[in-house]
């Protein structure tokens, strides 16, 4: 009798479990079929404002993460996928999950009517802040917080910038690229050939190394000095580029102590849940440019004394674009990584628009950021 007891008990407590697990997977796909018919532009793309804020999965990323986190990954297409790459994204860029586990926190990005850009299967989109509770705000500038650190905004933009600039002819500004092969969409002559990725290459006419390029001719003609280094940090092998461009960067302020500024250059990489490419692109005097978004470290789980001056600077240089070109810049994100902003107290991490954009849309937002960036170095020059 005890015996058949346990074995009730035990089909109880499967049956139990197997009901709760149907009725969470009903609960999920229900959810998916109701984000899918929604309202508005991006009500249906939670991976689009995903990957536009950068936003870690948390938990639900994690092999050891709770049961039904991994349930939800598993009978999500977009979580599935996003899972690996942000497992892979996490190991190699030292990026740490800021302790959110939903795949879409807040509907925070302004849109303008729906549109496709010239390039097939590429929707283009002008991102602004919408809901501003969920940013740091101050004098119109926006920082998206993907950490647990508290910090006054007003202080830091009001801070004095501790770096000056001094006038030689030895280099002032070091602009590098820790994931050089990144490109952009192909579109028009912009034709290349393909590395590991679709829209990564190693041809430096079309990869991020041109628009570091572009940046370098507008500060030089500013009066800068400036090197620029053309590194593939992440070629052949793409794991390890953080630590390999590290290695680089130190070697330079060795060589070069009058260097204060290091700018790396990368783009971003927009995907919506139903794989469409997006585009980050504003128009500035009548042409469909690039938006830049800048994003900035912190000492949330490294070392990294100089966080909020680089962030000072980020903010001066951001009131300066609002200032010149309003819908230039998308709103700066703060994460707990380095990105080897550690090792200056003037170093920037600059996206210059995502893989969806065409390589002249991507020139033409890098020269206005480095426009922009110039006039708050001037006036750091003795």
Request: hydrophobic residues 35%; charged residues 20%.
């Amino acid at each position: 009798m005890k015996k058949s007891n346990f074995r009730w008990g035990r089909f109880l407590r499967q049956g139990c479990a197997v009901f709760m697990a149907v009725i969470a997977v009903w609960l999920v796909l229900a959810g998916a079929r109701a984000a899918g018919t929604a309202g508005t532009a991006l009500s249906d793309s939670a991976g689009f404002v995903t990957s536009a804020l950068h936003v870690q999965l948390g938990a639900y990323g994690q092999p050891d993460g709770d049961v039904f986190g991994r349930l939800l990954s598993g009978q999500s297409a977009l979580l599935r996928e996003n899972v690996t790459a942000a497992q892979a994204q996490t190991q190699e860029d030292g990026m740490q999950p800021a302790g959110q586990s939903e795949p879409m926190e807040h509907d925070d990005i302004s849109v303008p009517p729906e549109g496709n850009s010239e390039s097939a299967n590429v929707t283009a989109r002008t991102l602004l802040p919408n809901a501003a509770e969920a940013y740091a705000n101050y004098d119109g500038v926006y920082v998206y917080n993907r950490t647990g650190l508290s910090f006054d905004l007003a202080t830091i933009a009001s801070a004095p910038i501790q770096i000056t600039l001094e006038e030689s002819e030895e280099p002032q500004i070091l602009i590098m690229h820790t994931h050089g092969t990144e490109a952009y969409t192909m579109d028009g002559d912009d034709i290349y050939t393909p590395s590991d990725e679709n829209t990564r290459t190693v041809d430096e006419n079309y990869n991020v190394v041109r628009i570091g390029d572009e940046m370098q001719t507008v500060f030089e003609e500013m009066g800068f000095a400036v090197i620029h280094d053309k590194t593939l940090y992440d070629y052949p092998a793409y794991s390890g580029s953080y630590g390999r461009s590290e290695k680089g960067i130190e070697e330079y302020l060795a060589e070069y102590p009058s260097i204060r500024i290091v700018l790396d250059v990368h783009r971003d990489a927009l995907v919506g849940a139903d794989g469409t490419v997006y585009k980050a692109v504003t128009e500035i005097d009548g042409e469909q440019t690039a938006q830049v978004m800048m994003v900035m470290g912190s000492n949330e789980t490294t070392e990294h004394a100089k966080w909020q001056e680089n962030l000072s600077l980020a903010v001066r240089i951001q009131e300066e674009m609002n200032t010149l070109y309003p819908t230039l810049a998308r709103p700066v994100t703060l994460r707990s990584s380095t990105y080897n902003q550690q090792l200056t107290n003037g170093s920037l991490l600059v996206e210059v628009g995502s893989h969806g954009n065409t390589l002249q849309e991507a020139i033409r937002g890098a020269r206005l950021y480095a426009e922009a960036a110039g006039k708050v170095l001037q006036e750091l020059e003795a």
